[in-house]
Each structure stands twice: as C-alpha cells, then as structure tokens.
C-alpha cells in the first residue's frame, strides 16, 4: 500500500477517535495505542514501522518548539529548580538505576548497554498528562513543573543515550570527557538559541504576509535545532530557547493575522504528530514481539517488571528525596522562600511519569549490534521493553490519574486556581476598556471640530461603554460565588452574537446564490464575521 494512502488512514484513524473520546477522561494518547495494536490483527494491514530518524529530526523540533513558544519563560524560571532537578537530575538518577538493576539481573549485557537502556526509559513524556490537564484542571505550579521537565529532559536523556552507545561501539568511555562536553553542549546551546531566537524574531517582525510568516514559523525549529545536532549536540535546549524567546518577546509584535493563524496551526500540528507517534507506538509492538519470542516467558517477565518497577518506583524516591526535602534541608533559605508544598501537589508529579514515544525512537535509533540476549538481538528486547513501560505506564499511571485528582482533592485547588484565573482575565479586560475609553473621549477633546470624526467617535465610545458595563456586572457576579462554568458562560455570552452572525451569513450565500457577489467576495465577507466572533470570545 503506498505510504501516503497508510498516513492518511492513520490520521483519520486519529480524528475518529479523537472525536469518539472526546469528553472521555482517558487519555487518547492510550487509546491510541491500545487501537495500533489492534490494527496489528487484521490481515491485509500493511506493517508499518515507527522511522527514528523522522520522530528525533523532523517530529522532536516541532513538539520542543510548539510547548515552548507557547509557554510562559516567566512561569518556568519561578520553578526552575524543580524543573532542573526533574528534566536533568530525574533522567540522571533513573539511568543510573535501570543500568545497575539490568546489569545485575543481564551480566553479560555489559556496563555500557545497560545505561543505553536507561537513558531510553529516563524521560516522562508530557503528551498524556497534558491531555488530562485539558479536561481535569491541575493545579498550575504542577503543571508548569511538568511542562518544563518534559521540555527539557529530553535533552539530558539523548545526550546519556548518544554517550553510552558509542561506549558500547567503541568499547571506551571517560566520565571527565562526557560531563565536560555535556557542560559546553548547555551553555553552547543556550547561547546560540539566546542569538538565534533574538535574530529570527527581529526578521520575523518585518514579515507582514501572513503566508509567508506561517512558512517562517516552520522553518524556525529546524534552524535551532539541526546545526547543533550537526555538531554533536541534542538541539533541544537551543530549540526550546528560541521557542520561548519568540513566543515571550516577539509574539506580540508581529502581525494579528499571524497571532490567530498561529494559535490554530501549531497547537493542531502538535495534536497531529503527537497522535500519530502514539499510533505508531501499537503498530510496531507485534512485529517486535514476534522477533522476541524465543525468549523464555519467565525471563521477559522478570526483563519488563523490574525496569517499570525501577522506573515507578524511583520517580517517587527522586522527587520526595532530592526535589522536595533536601534542598529545603540543606539550604534553609530555600524552606524561607518556598515551603513545603501541600503533599498532594509531589504525589501528583511522582504519578505523572508516564513514558512516550521518544523513548520508543531512541531504542529504534540503536544500530545493529552482535550482542545477543537468549540468541536475541539486544535491540529487539530493548524496543519490547520500552513499548512495554510506555504500554504500563500508560495504563497504571494515565488511567487512574483522573480518578487520583478528585480522590486526593487536587481538582478543587485546580477550580480555585481556574476561578482565580478567569477573575484576573475578567479584570484584565475591564481595565483595557477602560484604557480605551480614557483615550477615545481624550482624543475626542482634541479633535471636537472634526463633526465626521466626532460621529465615528461616538461610536466607538458607545461601543466601548457597553462592553465595560458588561465586563463590570460578570465581575460582579463572580464575586458572589466561587464556582462558575466558563463553556456554558461563554455560550450565553455570545449567543444572541450567533443568531445575528448567522442571519449575515445567510444574506451571504442568498447574495452568492444570485451571483451578486464573488467568490472573493464572499471569503472575504466571511472572513470580516469569523473575526467578529472571534473578537467577542474574549
């Protein structure tokens, strides 16, 4: 079957799906997956295997990108050392622990072999959780924390992977050598994203046809992230850099055409390769599986449970130990500034490690190698073991991850932390009327000769004052209860908006049916109303 015909029925695969699931609270990322494998038995399916290179040079930049241009640098630097001891010293820690257990139980899988399977299953992925997030709102210092490490510890876990195979190619590896140039790969990566970021938002700002600023925006991941992998390094840290650079400095001075292409584009083509590598992830497991199966059942079992029990099991030594008790022990200033959190917010992160399907690529990036494991070629057993871990966590950890919010009341500091939020949005949105109405009766004054301006004026002044008698009375009602439904909030708002945009846009069609106008014309008249709308979801 030709390949563009398979991808188009594994997307509509995931549109159907996505669309079945959609108000369900299990993550579609599990669904997903469990639907791959399914499609593994029909017969005529043609295999399909999940390409390495396409998830770590084309998908990888894209996702690094997308999360961090449309991410808040400042809320990530408040929790910096979390997010630090997370996405570095978490994927540091669980190697370390998936390479000592596979050694002891795997002698002759050698030293260097071992840490290439921990630095595969180091790296929660955040997809899953985001998924939950949208749907069962958590608290946001947690969900900042977790963005952040699923951000970045796929740098930290690719740099151990690269360094740990070519000591299981070469035979020979110095500590001193790696952890010197895993330094410079930091600080290198940071800079040329600090440089990058600033060069290409400047260009950027110059571009004022939407089209090409769309095409810019996909070139942008691909000029941070290819050069460094070119000279060795990871590419994600300068990808992530120049994501938060333009997404946090530049944004808001490009174009407004762009702004609203772009906050249906990228989050859409997240959604996709996200979708789609969790897809392939089931695809791939029979055909892997098949290739496995001379090894005794025993053995594949004590294999398996022994690096998801590690890989559980120390997310929640790690971030009870080093995350959240020993810098407040060691350095009080720290307790000062930060006290202890409220226990449910580190159960919620050591839960949350849910593995992906980077992990799944890195294993399938492993060249061919002669060590075999009960005359099965190392490679094999890792790629089994980590779609098993990604399968387990998936369902242990993502599934009952709902029903854990509400049991440990999580989701109530989250309808706090929602109500707070729209509150200031509400706020916010008074205070720029305001603004506005101060400078139009100014400009008003100025300009009081000008009767045809006057008129426009006085329209807009209308306008305006309606709109802040309006923000006023849903603050004030927000003030009188501390549970609100924002969807059927925002339904009332602009429902009687509807009705009247519709009733336009049938004398729309009814003047394209008569051929009055054009077809330009009528894109363009549909255009003037979608932003209507659009201006009044706010």
């Not at 050694?103 to 929660?124: K, R």
């Not at 006290?339 to 980077?358: E, N």
């Not at 494991?373 to 871990?389: A, Q």
């Amino acid at each position: 079957m030709d390949l563009f015909i398979i991808y188009l029925i594994l997307f509509s695969i995931i549109v159907l799906l996505g669309q079945l699931f959609q108000k369900s609270t299990i993550p579609l990322a599990l669904i997903l997956v469990i639907f791959g494998m399914l499609l593994n038995f029909i017969p005529f399916f043609p295999d399909i295997h999940l390409d390495s290179k396409l998830v770590l040079y084309i998908f990888l930049p894209i996702l690094i990108y997308q999360i961090s241009a449309f991410s808040s640098w400042r809320d990530m630097k408040k929790q910096a050392r979390p997010i630090a001891l997370l996405s570095i010293g978490h994927v540091i820690f669980i190697t370390i622990l998936v390479a000592c257990l596979m050694h002891t139980i795997i002698p002759q899988m050698g030293w260097p072999l071992a840490f290439v399977l921990g630095a595969i299953v180091s790296p929660p992925d955040n997809v899953a959780i985001v998924s939950i997030a949208q749907k069962i709102r958590i608290p946001e210092r947690v969900f900042i924390i977790l963005e952040g490490e699923g951000m970045f510890n796929d740098a930290a876990a690719l740099t151990i992977f690269r360094f740990a195979l070519a000591a299981a190619i070469t035979n020979q590896f110095s500590f001193s050598t790696a952890f010197s140039t895993f330094i410079i790969m930091i600080v290198g990566e940071t800079i040329y994203g600090l440089l990058l970021g600033h060069i290409l938002g400047i260009l950027r700002t110059k571009i004022s046809n939407t089209s090409l600023h769309v095409i810019a925006s996909f070139i942008t991941p691909f000029l941070a992230y290819i050069p460094m992998v070119e000279l060795g390094s990871s590419g994600i840290i300068a990808t992530a850099v120049v994501g938060f650079i333009i997404g946090n400095q530049y944004t808001s001075r490009f174009t407004p055409e762009y702004r609203l292409t772009a906050l249906s584009i990228w989050p859409t083509l997240g959604f996709a390769i996200q979708s789609l590598i969790f897809l392939l992830v089931g695809l791939n497991v029979h055909s892997t599986f098949i290739r496995i199966s001379s090894i005794p059942l025993q053995s594949l079992m004590i294999y398996v449970s022994s690096v998801i029990a590690a890989v559980i099991i120390g997310r929640f030594v790690w971030v009870y130990a080093f995350v959240i008790t020993l810098p407040r022990v060691l350095i009080p200033s720290i307790h000062k500034k930060d006290p202890y959190p409220p226990w449910q917010f580190p159960f919620l992160i050591s839960w949350a490690g849910i593995r992906g399907g980077i992990s799944l690529a890195a294993a399938l990036a492993i060249p061919a190698i002669t060590l075999k494991i009960d005359n099965i070629d190392i490679r094999d057993l890792f790629v089994f073991i980590v779609f098993c871990v990604i399968f387990v966590t998936l369902v242990l950890q993502g599934l009952s991850l709902p029903y854990i919010l509400k049991k440990i009341g999580v989701d109530k500091v989250g309808q706090k932390e929602r109500f707070a939020e729209h509150m200031t949005e509400l706020q916010a949105c008074a205070q720029m009327i305001n603004a506005a109405l101060q400078w139009l009766n100014q400009y008003k004054e100025q300009n009081k000769n000008d009767k045809k301006l006057l008129l426009e004026l006085s329209e807009y002044i209308h306008e305006y004052q309606i709109l802040k008698n309006q923000f006023e009375s849903r603050i004030s009602d927000h003030d009188s209860k501390l549970k609100h439904d924002e969807e059927t909030e925002f339904k009332d708002k602009i429902c009687l908006l509807t009705q009247i945009v519709e009733i336009e846009k049938e004398e729309i069609s009814k003047l394209w049916r008569e051929d009055k106008i054009n077809f330009r014309t009528r894109i363009k008249l549909m255009a003037m109303l979608d932003h209507q709308v659009q201006r009044h979801m706010i």
